[in-house]
């Protein structure tokens, strides 16, 4: 975390921060508007940008560090990850409004595939634990003739 970045407007990412970040480039994100102007101009944009950020000194860096870590919890993916499913549902509506009734439908019941085992009748370990009053003479004679043989 805590690392500058550089979105265009034209990606949902930057969008999402020039709504909900007033002064983002304080924040060390710098978002280069490519809707609004012609791609020389969005170049020239970014250059200056990346210069800006060239010039600050240390100090200057570790404050702008900070303050995009500090921007963190907005950008964690629990948070927009809420943003991602609204308008991934949007979208769907949109060029398939009948889906959810469709799936609805159609997720009534799923059988089990033949090829997926069987439930076991009785829950238990899956490899059984060997008592300490066992005899486990045979096996350490035979790690041992498997030792001597080397």
């Not at 469709?102 to 997926?116: C, G, H």
């Amino acid at each position: 975390m805590g690392v500058p970045s550089v979105t265009t407007n034209l990606s949902g990412f930057g969008c999402f921060i020039n709504e909900h970040v007033t002064d983002a480039k304080s924040y060390g994100i710098h978002v280069v508007d490519r809707r609004f102007k012609g791609a020389d101009e969005s170049i020239n944009e970014l250059a200056d940008g990346l210069y800006e950020f060239t010039c600050l000194s240390r100090r200057q860096r570790i404050i702008v560090r900070n303050r995009t870590e500090r921007l963190s919890e907005l950008l964690d993916w629990k948070t927009l990850s809420i943003f991602y499913r609204d308008a991934r549902r949007m979208a769907l509506k949109k060029t398939h409004p009948d889906l959810e009734m469709r799936l609805s439908d159609a997720v009534t019941f799923m059988p089990r595939p033949i090829s997926a085992p069987g439930t076991p009748s009785v829950s238990g370990p899956t490899t059984p634990h060997e008592s300490d009053s066992e005899d486990d003479s045979e096996q350490d004679e035979y790690e041992q003739q498997l030792w001597n043989e080397k």
